[in-house]
């Protein structure tokens, strides 16, 4: 049985349809998925091709658990369909082609890839196809342990981002129309928040054709989607998490001279992302940025991380800037890339959130968690938060030896509570998180 609805997420499917063909021993359909990422940008279509080694000697559809023996097509948001075959048959193989693009592309895909019915043959190929993907890197030394464990951290650089390049050098748009990926494999599922600070530097070194082919994949994103990607899933953008590090990602690659893509024309396109208010995925509270030179907090609940991110943006792109000779650009981006002294607090040595007006918020740097000026930690992870000028970190927090001492006693100080929620035990038994709620306060003195 093929459940042609299913999904992880309860309900995700918003139509499907299916439809059985005895004669070429096949089951192909679709089904329009809104996940947890995919429903933020209107949806997935997914289609599919089932080929079965053995004839059909039954077979049918289903919807809402009404079987329709027989049955060749339905359609709906419950719907199945099954085969079955001869209980004679010892083994039956099937394979299955699938595509964003349609189902005469999912047949494509499956004729290429997979011609024949031979398991074990293709599972030979597989495990070809990983050892020389796996063969990047040549590693000696250490215990045998050591090296699996490091194999197997190749193995997971692969998890994401996806191609989905397909046959015939395919795939589907932003725009929702059918392209062709010239001389390029056409990526997505680009978590670039997630992949920016080490994935990417290490693709540059391991597999800078790989990173060309992501760059290139961000370039067709802001071609066909109108802005370069934040969170770029499947066949469109979640406009999820914060900064916009298609400026940190290609900035390093243009430092490092990777080339293959049209440096100024992609600059225009990120210069624009960081000077004016872009969808779906710019930069929130740009406005304050290029006015004030910070992220307010009465006008952004992660307004510290906004702007801590966005100083990192402006320097990749001054660099980006100065390789083009856009020397005032440069000038602009460099100045602006210091715009983190703005939330400095001299007196406390953290970054904290201030309001347009310029007064401060109330500060305490174990409950100043996600949505209360920061993203996913805490004023604590995020004071060291200034990759591009360390030296002016260590100057900010009074020189070498009193950064050295605040970042021993965070690595290695006894344990806080990191979060704005915070796991109390009453007699052995653990209750619910307790929701530490934000605490207003007109004075600049952090502990009013």
Known sequence: MLDVSYALEPFASHGAEVFVDPERAEISGWTDQHGGFSKIYGGMPIYFATRF???FTDWGVSKNNVRDEKGTYTGGLDIAAYAGFDGDANEVVAKVGISLISMEQARLNLESEVPDFDFDEARARTADAWRERLNDVTVWGGTEEERAVFASALYHLDVLPTSITETGKRYMGFDRQEHTAEGFTY?????????????????????????????????????????????????????????????????????????????AGVYEGLRQHATEPVTPAGRPGVEDWTTIGYVASDHDDQSVSRTLEYALNDYCLGKIAESLGENEDAEMFFDRAQNFRNLWDADLHYFRERRADGSLEYFDPEFSFFF????????????????????????????????????????????????????????????????????????SDARN
């Not at 800078?208 to 990607?229: C, E, L, V």
């Not at 969170?231 to 990777?258: F, P, R, S, Y």
Request: hydrophobic share 35%.
């Open 187 to 263: 990526y997505t599922d680009l978590s670039i928040w997630d992949t920016f600070r080490t994935y990417h530097p290490l693709m540059q070194l391991m597999r800078p054709s790989m990173n060309r082919d992501i760059i290139r994949s961000m370039i067709a994103m802001f071609d066909q989607g109108g802005s370069y990607p934040m969170w770029a899933q499947g066949i469109g953008e979640t406009n999820v998490m914060i900064g916009t590090h298609c400026d940190t990602v290609i900035g390093e690659a243009v430092v490092k001279q990777l080339g293959g893509f049209d440096i």
């Open 53 to 55: 080694s053995e004839p």
């Open 372 to 443: 209360h000026g920061y993203t996913e930690g805490n004023a604590r992870h995020w004071r060291w938060f200034v990759p591009h000028d360390v030296p002016a970190l260590v100057e900010m927090m009074g020189g070498a030896d009193s950064f050295t001492a605040a970042l021993e006693d965070y690595l290695n100080g006894p344990p806080r509570c990191p979060t704005r929620f915070c796991t109390i035990s009453i007699t052995g038994t653990a209750t619910s998180p307790i929701f530490m709620p934000r605490i207003s306060s007109t004075s």
